[in-house]
């Protein structure tokens, strides 16, 4: 936190600053004021760097909704907590592989190939329409003292986050890349994070969210 209330000297302090205030008005006005202080004006918090400042600026509490789920009509402020949303299962019964042949779809209809995808020959060969197919393991899996993966050799104490484990895509190829810096990613939501909070300072925030609302309006509502 950026200030403190201080019982032993009954006034109001701020921290980085060593300054104390006689009241909570005169602390406020100091904090909106300072360049040097995250400070969220209307919530009356301060914030210890300036990501986690952005980030609450960001959030449901400032900011109004700019794409809605087909399916829950829940509204979401952020491209990457919507397409987390499809991810995870609440309203989609989608596999990872599903999810990137829509992406790469919607890429091609936009005229934007792999402007988020990794290229790859043949792609459309590859998908196998309505494929939900998960791996179980049994409890043969069992060592002696944790569930093992066949795959990475991880172990894990339960049976069923073994399982969550092999229906994840931590083993799945990297399909996802920024085409500014680089880096590869395994979920659309990751690379979407990556991009919305400018961790390299890419593609626009407007051109990435008119895409996420086509992904939702486009891909989902026809699968």
Request: charged share 25%; glycine share 6%; with cysteine.
């Amino acid at each position: 936190m950026a200030c403190q209330y201080s019982d032993e000297e009954s006034d109001y302090y701020c921290q980085p600053c060593d300054r104390h205030f006689v009241s909570d008005k005169a602390l406020h006005d100091h904090l909106s004021q300072s360049s040097r202080h995250f400070y969220c004006v209307d919530c009356k918090r301060g914030f210890s760097s300036e990501n986690s400042y952005r980030q609450h600026r960001a959030s449901k509490l400032h900011q109004q909704p700019f794409v809605f789920c087909p399916r829950c009509r829940a509204g979401f402020v952020s491209a990457s907590a919507f397409t987390k949303h499809v991810e995870v299962g609440r309203c989609y019964n989608l596999t990872n592989k599903q999810i990137l042949h829509c992406v790469r779809e919607l890429e091609e209809k936009l005229r934007c190939r792999n402007m988020f995808t990794i290229p790859r020959l043949g792609w459309r060969d590859d998908y196998e329409p309505g494929s939900q197919s998960k791996t179980y393991a049994s409890q043969a899996s069992f060592n002696g003292r944790y569930y093992e993966c066949v795959i990475c050799g991880g172990e894990f104490e339960q049976l069923r986050s073994l399982n969550q484990h092999l229906n994840s895509n931590v083993h799945e190829p990297y399909e996802y890349s920024c085409k500014y810096c680089g880096k590869q990613f395994r979920e659309l939501s990751a690379l979407v994070a990556h991009v919305e909070w400018k961790a390299c300072g890419g593609m626009g925030a407007e051109r990435l969210r008119n895409f996420v609302r086509k992904f939702g309006s486009l891909s989902l509502t026809n699968g």
